[in-house]
Structures are given as structure tokens and as C-alpha cells.
DNA sequence: TTGGCATGAGACAAATATGTCTCATTTGAG
DNA sequence: CTCAAATGAGACATATTTGTCTCATGCCAA
């Protein structure tokens, strides 16, 4: 009976195309299968095409970015401090998953509905954010969330050119975008 | 005699070739030549190959981006007029060059000697801005690099997702820049 | 007109990636 | 141990891209 608790060998297929496609988008699955320590048969067998293996990259880089924020805000006492916390726990997944934006993955329905609710979590946030004064209310809630997107990025990419720690690059990331979009006294000091 | 004046057949190419890759990076050349209106054999002419087409691209790039930046600088008062209008003046070119960032055009040399005179240009803009009273000097240059970078690409993305007109996002740009990384007090409103 | 030159069209070979298939071997459950 | 499922190795066909080459055509200048 096969178990369904041990798929081990399509895991490491996963892990090696993160590992390997990352840092050539255009590398071959032959790399891939390499790296994972498996036949190149084998990972047709698990992932048809290569469009059915990116896909499945694109659902997994979806979970994982959903347990970081789901870990972000679970314990988290303001929108302020969600941000805050997200902002640090996504840095890292950066090198993971940046590829992937560059991949035509929206073609798939499935992944664009769940990049589309991931937007709109996002949106959410940023109102609620809005709303305790965080951000600018006359600031549109899109340029928000793109500034912290590519803020977001710009942390990372500062991180791997060894510019600044993971900590340092969150603290200028936050204090970029709050700063930037705040109401325009919240951070002033107190006399 | 042959007219130094008349490559219009070369920059055909390499205007298609912006225009072809831009879209899909991937693209093969057969639609490069297509779009230029040219035969492959001819593209073949101009660009012995592919790589040599990309580098010709990355120079170009390189140029106009000099181009639109010395515009910018030359009748800029100070250094914080001169950022301004690099934001504005380098945005639109965001579509035709943005893909190149994602090609290995820095194992040659040449490219990677001109990107590095570029930074380090940015850089002196930087830290004159700093000395200016623009940007904090406690934060890192490298940061003020960065951020300006990736901020610039929101911008550029927030146009071409519609969501911004290219001066609504050139403000929104510089607003997020400036009162993020200012000294602190330069934008309050006097009572 | 004539001759040189750039070009267009297309054939061609080589390289590479992809997906399928077969067969022998390994692994794990019963 | 025994058997079925999963795997590894590799052959195979196919498609795509790239770069080269040839030949006929159009164009411009002398």
C-alpha cells in the first residue's frame, strides 16, 4: 500500500527545480533531475512537462508565502506590526521564489485566482492599516502595495549583495515605507 | 560609397529586438528579424549571434539611459532637483529595458565596466543629495541606491498595470523616496 | 548602363531540450 | 521469501533554435 505521507522522491524533484531553476530559469530538467539525485524519467513521471513542474513551483511558493503570513500575523497586535512582521519573514523567500515572476505562470487559472486572493489579503491589509494611520489614507492603496513589493525585493537584493544584514535591510525597507507613506506624525519624536 | 549615416537597417534590428524580447526574453531570433522586417540571414549580418545582438542591446540601453540622465542633470539646480528628473525621465524606459536585467550581460567586461561607472555616478548623486540635506546620512548609500532603483520600477510597473498615470507615479515615487530617507523635518509644513 | 553591395529566401547541419519508451534493478509490504 | 511498484539508465523520435551557406534580386552610384 502506497504511503501517502512519504512523497519524498517529488519533494526533492521540487526542492532541486527551487534550487536549480532559481539560478537559471532556463536550465534544462536534465539539471534539475541531477540535482535532486533522481533519473531524468523519474521526474516525467511525477511532473509531466515542464509547465506541469513550474506550475507546480508556483502552487508551492503560493503555501509557503501563505504559512509565512499566516505565522506573521497570528501573533500580531496591530496591522502595523503584521507588516512589520511580514516584511522580515518574506525577505528570505526572496531567492526562492523571485524566478517565479518571471515565468508566464498566469495563464493557469488556479494560480492566477490564488495570486489574485493573495492581492486582495494584501489590499485588505493595507486598508486596515490605513484606517489605524499607518499609511496615508490619500495615498492609493495600490501604490502601497506595490511600494512594499518592490521594497520588499529591494531588502533582499541588498541582503544577497551583502550590503546590509537581514535585519538591517528590514529595518530600512520599513523605514522607507513608513516613513514615506505615513501620516506624517506618527513617527515624530515626543519632546 | 557606404553612408556612416544609413545603419537603418542595424537599428531596425535592434529596435526589434527591444521590442520582440522586451515581451518574451525567450523569443528567438526569427521573430526579432520578423518584426525588424529584415531576412534572418540578414539579422546575421549585424549580429554574428545572439549573444553579440543582447550586447549591442545593453549598450544601447546603456546609452539612452545616459542619455535621458545627463538631460535631466543639466539644468538641475541642486541635486534633489536632479534626482526628481531622473525619476521622470527614466520611467518610460523601464518597458524597453527592464528585460536585460535579467540577461548574463555582465560576464563582459565592457558592459560590466559601464554598469559599474553608472553606479558609482548614482552613488556621488547620492551622497552630494546627503550633503545636500536630502537624504539622511545615516542611512546607508547603498540602500539610497537601492531603493531608488526598485522604487523607480514600482513606479514604472504601477503605469504599466494602469494604475497610475506616469506623473501621478513619478510623484508617488519621490514622495515614498524623500520622506522616507529625509532628514526628518524638511517636508514638515511651516505653522 | 554597369558593377558592387546589401538584402531576401531558403536549404542545411549541428546543438539542445523535451517527452516517450524499454528493460533491468531496487525497495518495501505482505 | 515473493511480488508489485518505483526507480535508474539509456535509447529514441521530435521539435526548436542557432548559425552557415548559396543564389537570385533590387538598388545606388559612377
Known sequence: ???????????AIVEAAFDVLSRDPSAALAQVAERAGVGRA??????????????ALALTAIE?????????CADARSYEDAFRRMLTVLIPLGDRHGFLSRE??????EIAAE??????????MV??????????????????????????YAAWESVRAGEATHAQAADLAWRT???????????????
Chains 1, 2 share one sequence.
Open 115 to 124: 495570486f489574485q486572493r493573495q492581492m486582495d489579503e494584501t489590499r485588505e
Open 64 to 72: 509557503e508565502m501563505d504559512a509565512a503570513a499566516e505565522a506573521a
Open 127 to 152: 486598508e486596515g492599516a490605513k484606517a489605524e494611520g499607518l499609511f496615508d489614507p490619500a495615498v492609493p492603496t495600490a501604490w502601497i502595495t506595490q511600494a512594499f513589493d518592490h521594497l520588499l
Open 1 to 11: 500500500m502506497p504511503n501517502p505521507l512519504r512523497p519524498s522522491t517529488r519533494d
Open 177 to 191: 515605507l513608513t516613513h514615506g507613506l505615513g501620516t506624517g506624525g506618527a513617527e515624530r519624536k515626543r519632546p
Open 104 to 109: 508566464p505562470v498566469d495563464d493557469d487559472p
Open 42 to 55: 523519474t521526474l516525467h513521471r511525477h511532473f509531466a512537462t515542464r509547465e506541469a513542474l513550474i506550475r
